[in-house]
């Protein structure tokens, strides 16, 4: 499911949303302290700091939070950012999805082989 609904985001040019949630997701399972600072780092490089490559939409107290955190970071200190990235896909893109040709066809065709 997830898989699929990455592919239907590329087309929107929004992967980067799903891929920093799945990337929050296996960041809150590291127990390593020194793992834990090498992930939150590639995840700011990647996705939180201005002109990162994948650069996700947070307001800026969010943003200024990790920032702050990021020198000594918690297992909890992207929960903002991923909250406000699942509610983009919630109230936007995961509802587009359902509605699109991508979506409509997966579903007649698994609908199809189905029966």
């Given at each position: 499911g997830p898989?699929?609904?990455k592919t239907y985001l590329k087309t929107e040019h929004s992967d980067e949303n799903i891929e920093f949630w799945l990337a929050c997701e296996a960041y809150k399972k590291i127990t390593s302290q020194?793992?834990?600072?090498?992930?939150?780092r590639k995840l700011f490089t990647s996705y939180i700091q201005p002109?990162?490559?994948?650069e996700i939409n947070i307001d800026s107290p969010a943003r200024k939070a990790i920032i702050?955190?990021?020198?000594?970071p918690t297992q909890s200190c992207f929960d903002e950012a991923q909250r406000i990235i699942y509610m983009h896909m919630e109230r936007?893109?995961?509802p587009r999805f359902l509605e699109s040709?991508?979506?409509?066809?997966?579903k007649h065709?698994?609908?199809t082989n189905g029966n």
């Amino acid at each position: 499911g997830p898989m699929i609904y990455k592919t239907y985001l590329k087309t929107e040019h929004s992967d980067e949303n799903i891929e920093f949630w799945l990337a929050c997701e296996a960041y809150k399972k590291i127990t390593s302290q020194r793992k834990r600072i090498s992930m939150a780092r590639k995840l700011f490089t990647s996705y939180i700091q201005p002109q990162a490559p994948n650069e996700i939409n947070i307001d800026s107290p969010a943003r200024k939070a990790i920032i702050r955190n990021i020198q000594d970071p918690t297992q909890s200190c992207f929960d903002e950012a991923q909250r406000i990235i699942y509610m983009h896909m919630e109230r936007d893109s995961y509802p587009r999805f359902l509605e699109s040709q991508f979506y409509q066809k997966l579903k007649h065709r698994l609908q199809t082989n189905g029966n």
